[in-house]
Each structure stands twice: as C-alpha cells, then as structure tokens.
C-alpha cells in the first residue's frame, strides 16, 4: 500500500529568549504607551485587512510589546510590595532577603 509518509510531528514553540530579538524602541516606552501600541496593533490585527507578511510583522511587534508590558507590571508588582504600611501608619520598605 502506497500512499504519503506520514507528516512529522509539529515543532514546539521557540522558547521566549529566542523567539523574537530584543526591540530597543519598545523599551523605551512607558507602560501605557506601550499598551496604547499593543491594543492598536490588536484592533488591527482582528481586522483581518492586512497582507499576511505585515500581519506577521505586527503580531511579532506585539509580542515584544506585550513582554515589555508585563515586565514594566512585574516591576511595579515588586515595588508596591517592598512597600510595608507599619501600625502607626508610616511607610517604610521591607527589608530585602
């Protein structure tokens, strides 16, 4: 019996430090605008207009958008919880680990 081989299993996904390079202009942006980008490109994008080379183009420049954004929440997230209300209600840093 003859037929096709059969097809190879799909790759799995580039892990996240190669998947796409760095992008020093996302970088300098601040979080909401950066949000302000991710969800334009979004909107774009589920508009389904796009010629597939440029579609790709803007979900890779959301990708990095959306890593810039979460690691500007991470930061944020770390900063508030260094911050300790004490009884008397002053603010003070916890002590760091």
Do not use: N
Request: overall charge negative; aromatic content about 2%.
């Amino acid at each position: 019996m003859t037929g096709a081989p059969p097809s190879p299993p799909p790759s799995p996904p580039p892990s996240p430090s190669t998947a796409l390079p760095a992008d020093p202009a996302a970088a300098s942006l601040s979080f909401e605008d950066a949000l302000a980008e991710l969800e334009k490109i979004v909107r774009g994008l589920e508009g389904g207009q796009q010629k597939l080379e440029d579609a790709i183009s803007c979900y890779e420049r959301g990708a990095r958008l959306r890593a810039h954004c979460e690691a500007k929440l991470a930061e944020a997230e770390a900063r508030v919880q260094a911050i300790v209300a004490a009884a008397d209600g002053s603010v003070s840093l916890r002590p760091t680990d």
